[in-house]
């Protein structure tokens, strides 16, 4: 959607529990107060504390031995600090008996600083592996509601990678959800060279981005400095999930045979040491068929590409400490390490370097990572990024509508809760308003929509634009198309999937049955269970995939397979997002660009009142063996 791509939904986003004095401070609502501060540690006894080997600068190198230590982030999806927009609260996963995470590039940078003094600065490099700018509503904001782009205002993501000093940083596939001329725009904020060898103009293999750079580090005296490359890797999965802003435009060719096609040259370059920075899993597998590249294609890369000596890689929000792999070409070893997402966890790959005939070459190495939440973030990284930070914070806050009842979708993954059905409602009127006068307007609206965040809520009474944004989390925009009666029924027991098959007598346990594996994935997320107003049906939970969905009806008659019916749909599923049968290929009567979160800030302002009762229908319910389990 624009959402994560294949990923289980992580829970909602994030600010700080900052080192920074209450008179610094100045807005408290920013979470800027004493209390949030860790004290009694500083960065090297807390890291020391999380297991942090450190080495002296002075030990890193030995005649013709050198070591480097190379960081590597990934999919920080615009957490800038420890704080948590939909909560209005610092950033916290924990429990009473578990330490909670951290999260931002505030509290990476923490991190990076330290590994630098131990290290020596010029010992070490920093890049990232994707998926930066998009995933808060720090990141919407300025995209959408005073985008940069207007402003001339600097991205928080740039400043503060800047002021980080990255080496270099590859694109991820949410780098394109705000449309090419926006990420053209960042990219020229950004310090970094920001690398993407395979994302090609169309219809050439001409890359559109920069596709490699080369750093040199002078370790030890007397010999030529280590050249380290750095290849960045996109997602092929952008052509499906950002098809409204590439098509035509941005073509993203396959990792493995991209590499094979630059590692060569980099190497001609003079490049001694080769790394990968690929937006991209290592199960090997996609989310969308075959029809394009593998999708998580890292693993791929170290067992097919001869000469890369490491890997950082993301997309799947996994923690990695350190994945070793065999080259089946050249028998060698790459390192590879995911960090996990938001700024969590950095990876750190400390290299043993030799040096023969002219070049430095790895002889040892070892990959582990860091806990952000072994320390604070960094004052320097709060202050850039302060008064954006509040901006977005008072807009967060700003009432919208007042609901008449507490809505909750902790139970929408299998019961139709109104909450949910505030979103189709809207989504249809939408549709609605914009159809009206053509020759679809005679058609039956329905609307798709999926339970993306199980810990949404309206309450009752005044309802904030980051009550909506905790309800649609994700930068989709509204379309309709046309799909007939059985292309629904097919939609739908292909949602049905999402269920586990369940005896009709077994105890009722209905968190227990979602999220089943597939064929195509070991997990099906909540936001791949899409659910459909306006018809009537039910799904037997004791039956087969592909027998579960009973016969539709629509307003109380059967439906007619060659019935024809207006969907109201976002972009990501009308783009094949999820490998939905039909609505990829479906004809689209309506894309006026509309964000959908938008759309229901749009509408419940102007209604002034959220009321169940004028949009919730339970349309659809679980069965087993024919018999209701609610």
Request: include cysteine.
């Amino acid at each position: 959607m624009s959402e994560l791509s294949n990923h289980r939904p992580d829970p909602v986003p994030r600010w700080c529990s900052c080192a920074v004095s209450d008179d610094e401070a100045g807005h408290t609502h920013s979470g800027f107060t004493r209390r949030n501060v860790l004290i009694g540690a500083s960065a090297a006894t807390a890291l020391a504390a999380a297991g942090w080997s450190a080495a002296p600068a002075t030990a890193a190198t030995n005649g013709t031995r050198a070591k480097i230590t190379i960081m590597g982030t990934s999919d920080l999806h615009a957490n800038v600090v420890n704080w948590d927009y939909y909560k209005d609260a610092a950033y916290y996963d924990g429990s009473p008996t578990r330490e909670t995470n951290a999260v931002g590039l505030a509290r990476v940078a923490s991190l990076v600083k330290q590994v630098r003094a131990d290290r020596g600065r010029g010992n070490t490099l920093l890049f990232d592996a994707g998926d930066t700018i998009q995933g808060t509503p720090l990141g919407f904001y300025y995209a959408t509601v005073e985008p940069v782009t207007e402003s001339g205002a600097m991205h928080p993501v740039a400043a503060q990678m800047n002021a980080l000093e990255y080496d270099a940083v590859a694109l991820g596939n949410h780098e394109f959800n705000y449309g090419l001329d926006f990420l053209d725009h960042w990219i020229s904020q950004m310090d970094a060279p920001v690398l993407a060898a395979n994302a090609v103009h169309a219809e050439t293999k001409v890359p559109r981005f920069t596709p490699y750079t080369i750093t040199q580090l002078k370790v030890a005296k007397g010999h030529p400095p280590v050249k380290v490359g750095v290849l960045g890797l996109t997602n092929p999965g952008v052509v499906i999930w950002d098809k409204a802003n590439v098509s035509g435009r941005v073509e993203v060719l396959d990792l493995v045979e991209t590499a094979k096609r630059w590692v060569p040259v980099m190497k001609a370059q003079g490049a001694h040491i080769i790394v990968v920075s690929a937006h991209s899993g290592e199960s090997g597998l996609s989310t969308y068929g075959s029809e394009l590249p593998i999708e998580n294609a890292a693993k791929l890369v170290a067992e097919q590409v001869p000469d890369v000596d490491v890997i950082l890689f993301g997309h799947a929000h996994a923690e990695i400490p350190e994945r070793l792999v065999k080259n089946l070409v050249t028998g060698d070893e790459v390192i590879m390490s995911e960090p996990k997402n938001w700024g969590q966890r950095l990876s750190v790959f400390d290299l043993d370097l030799s040096y023969a005939r002219g070049k430095w070459s790895v002889v040892e190495h070892k990959a582990y990572l860091l806990n952000a939440n072994t320390v604070v973030d960094d004052p320097e990284f709060v202050a850039l990024v302060r008064d954006q930070h509040d901006a977005v914070v008072d807009y967060m806050n700003s009432e919208v509508a007042t609901s008449t009842a507490e809505m909750l979708a902790a139970e929408s993954c299998w019961k139709d809760t109104a909450i949910l059905d505030y979103v189709n409602h809207v989504q249809v009127e939408t549709v609605r308003a914009a159809v009206a006068g053509t020759a679809e307007a005679s058609l039956p609206i329905v609307s798709i929509a999926a339970p993306f965040n199980r810990a949404a809520s309206f309450p009752q009474g005044a309802v904030t634009i980051k009550d909506v944004a905790g309800l649609y989390i994700y930068d989709n925009t509204l379309l309709a198309s046309i799909l007939t009666g059985k292309q629904i029924r097919d939609y739908l027991e292909f949602s049905a999937e999402y269920f586990k098959t369940v005896a009709p007598d077994a105890p009722v346990d209905p968190a227990a049955w979602t999220n089943a594996p597939t064929p195509r994935s070991a997990f099906t997320p909540d936001y791949n269970y899409d659910q459909f107003s306006g018809v009537e049906y039910t799904i037997d939970l004791s039956k087969p995939v592909g027998q579960r969905i009973s016969p539709l009806s629509y307003d109380g008659a059967p439906v007619a397979d060659d019935q024809r019916f207006l969907v109201a749909v976002n972009n990501y599923r009308q783009s094949g997002g999820g490998g939905f049968p039909h609505i990829a290929t479906a004809p689209v009567v309506y894309n006026a660009q509309v964000a959908i979160r938008e759309a229901i800030v749009a509408y419940a302002s102007a209604q002034g009142t959220i009321d169940p009762q004028d949009f919730h229908v339970v349309n659809w319910r679980l069965v087993r063996n024919g018999v209701p389990v609610f």
